[in-house]
């Protein structure tokens, strides 16, 4: 080995990604040159190839993404098409409206446009075309007064000089049962010859009485419908402080445990299950009874919990070695 070569320690940073770029440029360059320094960086490789091929169990118990996503994906899925089968969505299907808010049927919306005009004007006929008969029904007009029945006059002839009325012989013939002393004078009765003709008379004024019929209130009482609470996952509260505990010791380690591709790969599980959480928090908010989701939002909190304790068991290890 030589001066300028470089010891063990350096070859192992330089594996790791742990030294500055302008140093691991002087590294490449000395081993291009230098044999020796090649053949150590070589059996330090296939040393670390070892190690971690046998420790490849215990060093990577890192969530298993293909299996979570899979089976996220044909959550939401299940969710997505049950919606899609809902009662408002076959609705609208049958009706013909198209996605933009738009009618696919126009000759059936012209048909159900003109029925509902139809119904609504015969509703209106039908609610204002019975009022009249209640405003006229009190209105009376003149001369419908029933007369009385004409009575029968005995004309009375009466002399200038005596104010004694006589009888006419006529009369007598007539009414010879009847008694001289029991004559009725000639009054005015009430009968069409005596009074004028009905062109003539002057209209009485009348009195217009009208009969309104008040609508009656119609008391409904609609039966409360219970408020639907929204229950909370069992021991959720104790999965979220567990993470956040996990949360600032794995930022304080996971720069000295973890290399570059490593890293990549941890932070993009991570965000993965971040994701999964935040979507099934918000269908358990929309729907508190659908227990997929529950579920799926419980084994997101455990899956997360465990790819934060795979760093932790990490440092340890690191350590122990």
Known sequence: MKNNCYDLGTFQAFIDSELPSSFSEKVVKHVAVCEDCAGLLAETEEENAFAFSVMDAELNPLVPTERLRTKVFASIHEIESTKENGLWN?????????????????????????????????????????????????????????LLPDEEVIPIITNAS?????????????????????????????????????????????????????????????????????????????????????????EQKKDFVLRPKERVQFERNLALVDTAIKR???????????????????????????LLNSISEKDDLVAGL
């Open 90 to 146: 076959r609705l609208v299907r049958g009706l013909g409206v198209s996605g933009g808010f738009g009618f696919a049927k126009p000759g059936l919306v012209a048909f159900a446009s003109l029925a509902l005009f139809v119904s609504g004007f015969a509703y209106i006929l039908n609610f204002y075309g019975g009022d009249d008969t209640n405003l006229t029904a009190g209105v009376k007009e003149p001369g419908e007064e029933k």
């Open 280 to 306: 099934m928090k918000r269908e358990v908010r929309k729907n508190p009874r659908n227990k997929a989701a529950r579920e799926i939002l419980k084994a997101s909190y455990q899956n997360k919990i465990d």
């Open 162 to 250: 005596d104010s004694s009325p006589v009888l006419n012989e006529d009369t007598i013939e007539q009414n010879e049962e009847a008694k001289p002393t029991l004559v009725r004078e000639n009054r005015p009765r009430k009968s069409e010859f005596s009074r004028p003709a009905a062109q003539n008379r002057r209209p009485k004024a009348q009195k217009a009485i009208f009969v309104t019929q008040k609508p009656r209130r119609k008391v409904i009482r609609a039966a409360a419908n219970p408020v639907e609470e929204v229950v909370p996952l069992y021991g959720e509260e104790s999965y979220i402080q567990t993470i956040a505990t996990l949360d600032r010791d794995v």
